[in-house]
């Protein structure tokens, strides 16, 4: 009888756990049958003009509702993110983009002067995210990062396909947080992780003065401010290290307290620092080329691919029209840089020194979608006044230099500019 009891138990067990396991089961299924993602969908037809079956995009959407085994990862605003991105990339254009309110407001942080990250202004060249160029003073300066290098991992996770959002998404964070960045220099064969401590980083555009030199000929030398050399020929020396939001009022301001000294009979013109420029506001790179150019000189034009070409021209009375000007271009020189060295040269106002730049010849549209989105539209490609159209090739430098790798402490490009300005 104990034998009988003691089955008994086991038997109601058995059955309470399969019964339980089946009600669970069922239970499970249920609740996934039911789940909706919590989605109001405002618009679901297409623009007038476009003739397209969206009805593939709504079944796709339902199948992942029905089908997906983890219900938790079907976030409606994630899927419509990644469904715009996905149509924007499909362009082929690395330019033009769709930035989630994250990335929107990191792009404008930048524009604006201050933000968290590292310090590098990010491009794509072939399907490869590489650095245009660390800012000054930046902890990617600081850390080794170049112009031209390109970012194969970021963390442990490869860049592989990434748009420029995905980068600076994963590339900025926290003050004080580290990111390893796994990058190969140009012309090396090997790869090396650079890690990098994440830091405000706040850039001034536009910094400049009057410098006196000395010696002579390729022996020329910036004095230093607490040395005196009295008859020394001087020049005026202008950093421009982005196009931004505060880089007209900045560049005035400078450019008013400087203009009696510039034209001091004893000051031989003036060197424009472009190098490692990123560029930004194309009117920005309009206003700073006028500053040198005679009204109604040509700066730019705009070719919308249609067969319409617009001319930008200079509408204002510039301070500098007949100083001598070398600017310096390297290949961290990219965009409204590369406008305003185009434009300087193409108008026989002065020499380019340096190394060959960037080479973005496009221009973006920038547009706020709601909810803190945006998305960047190449709406044109830009010229400069004899038509040399920069994309991937950029300007070659009248006088071609490269940094000295072997001594760094000597800044022989901005040497050989103020030589050209001497001479």
């Given at each position: 009888?104990?034998?009988?009891?003691?089955?008994r138990?086991?038997?109601?067990?058995?059955?309470?756990l399969?019964?339980?396991?089946?009600?669970?089961?069922?239970?499970?299924?249920?609740?996934?049958k039911?789940?909706?993602?919590?989605?109001?969908?405002?618009?679901?037809?297409?623009?007038?003009?476009?003739?397209?079956?969206?009805?593939?995009?709504?079944?796709?959407?339902?199948l992942?509702?029905?089908?997906?085994?983890?219900?938790?990862?079907?976030?409606?605003?994630?899927?419509?993110?990644?469904?715009?991105s996905?149509?924007?990339?499909?362009?082929?254009?690395?330019?033009?983009?769709?930035?989630?309110?994250?990335?929107?407001?990191?792009?404008?942080?930048?524009?604006?002067?201050?933000?968290?990250?590292?310090?590098?202004?990010?491009?794509?060249?072939?399907?490869?995210?590489?650095?245009?160029?660390?800012?000054?003073?930046?902890?990617?300066?600081?850390?080794?990062?170049?112009?031209?290098d390109?970012?194969?991992?970021?963390?442990?996770?490869?860049?592989?396909?990434?748009?420029?959002?995905?980068?600076?998404?994963?590339?900025?964070?926290?003050?004080?947080?580290?990111?390893?960045?796994?990058?190969?220099?140009?012309?090396?064969?090997?790869?090396?992780?650079?890690?990098?401590?994440?830091d405000?980083?706040?850039?001034?555009?536009?910094?400049?003065?009057?410098?006196?030199?000395?010696?002579?000929n390729?022996?020329?030398?910036?004095?230093?401010?607490?040395?005196?050399?009295?008859?020394?020929?001087?020049?005026?020396y202008?950093r421009?290290?982005?196009?931004?939001d505060?880089?007209?009022?900045?560049?005035t301001?400078?450019?008013?307290s400087?203009?009696?000294?510039?034209?001091?009979?004893?000051?031989?013109?003036?060197?424009?620092?472009?190098?490692?420029?990123?560029g930004?506001?194309?009117?920005?790179?309009?206003?700073?080329?006028?500053?040198?150019?005679?009204?109604?000189?040509?700066v730019?034009?705009?070719?919308n691919?249609?067969?319409?070409?617009?001319?930008?021209?200079?509408?204002?009375?510039?301070?500098?029209?007949?100083?001598?000007?070398?600017?310096?271009?390297?290949?961290?020189?990219?965009?409204?840089?590369?406008?305003?060295?185009g434009?300087?040269?193409?108008?026989?106002?002065?020499?380019?020194?340096?190394?060959?730049?960037?080479?973005?010849?496009?221009?973006?549209?920038?547009?706020d979608?709601?909810?803190?989105?945006?998305?960047?539209?190449?709406?044109?490609?830009?010229?400069?006044?004899?038509?040399?159209?920069?994309?991937?090739?950029?300007?070659?430098?009248?006088?071609?230099?490269?940094?000295?790798?072997?001594?760094?402490?000597?800044?022989?490009?901005?040497?050989?500019?103020?030589?050209?300005?001497?001479?």
């Amino acid at each position: 009888m104990r034998n009988i009891s003691v089955f008994r138990t086991i038997l109601i067990i058995l059955i309470s756990l399969l019964v339980g396991y089946y009600v669970g089961i069922n239970k499970i299924s249920l609740d996934w049958k039911n789940y909706k993602p919590s989605l109001s969908v405002v618009n679901k037809e297409p623009p007038r003009l476009v003739n397209s079956d969206f009805s593939v995009f709504w079944k796709s959407w339902e199948l992942l509702e029905e089908n997906f085994y983890d219900k938790s990862k079907l976030d409606p605003q994630k899927m419509i993110n990644g469904a715009v991105s996905g149509m924007v990339q499909s362009l082929g254009d690395p330019y033009t983009i769709y930035l989630p309110p994250a990335q929107n407001s990191d792009f404008k942080q930048n524009l604006s002067g201050q933000f968290s990250g590292i310090g590098a202004e990010l491009g794509i060249r072939d399907s490869q995210i590489i650095v245009i160029s660390p800012l000054e003073g930046s902890p990617a300066k600081r850390a080794g990062i170049k112009p031209q290098d390109a970012i194969l991992k970021v963390d442990e996770d490869s860049t592989e396909n990434w748009t420029i959002s995905q980068a600076v998404e994963r590339i900025r964070g926290q003050t004080g947080t580290e990111v390893i960045l796994t990058v190969l220099h140009e012309g090396d064969k090997e790869p090396l992780e650079i890690k990098i401590t994440r830091d405000v980083i706040t850039v001034k555009s536009v910094e400049g003065s009057i410098k006196q030199i000395s010696g002579q000929n390729s022996k020329l030398r910036i004095v230093e401010e607490d040395e005196r050399c009295d008859g020394c020929p001087k020049i005026a020396y202008i950093r421009l290290s982005q196009f931004g939001d505060q880089t007209n009022k900045e560049w005035t301001g400078l450019i008013s307290s400087l203009n009696s000294q510039i034209k001091d009979k004893n000051v031989r013109g003036l060197v424009l620092d472009l190098r490692n420029n990123p560029g930004g506001y194309l009117s920005d790179a309009v206003f700073i080329a006028s500053e040198f150019l005679e009204e109604g000189k040509d700066v730019v034009a705009e070719d919308n691919g249609q067969g319409d070409t617009k001319t930008i021209s200079v509408t204002r009375k510039g301070l500098l029209p007949d100083v001598p000007i070398v600017i310096l271009i390297n290949k961290g020189s990219a965009s409204a840089s590369e406008i305003v060295a185009g434009a300087i040269r193409d108008n026989d106002r002065g020499i380019l020194v340096g190394e060959t730049s960037f080479g973005k010849g496009t221009i973006q549209r920038a547009d706020d979608l709601g909810g803190g989105a945006g998305i960047h539209i190449t709406i044109a490609k830009w010229l400069t006044p004899k038509g040399t159209w920069v994309n991937d090739s950029g300007l070659e430098p009248d006088v071609v230099i490269k940094p000295d790798e072997k001594d760094l402490s000597r800044d022989v490009q901005l040497e050989k500019a103020v030589e050209e300005l001497i001479k």
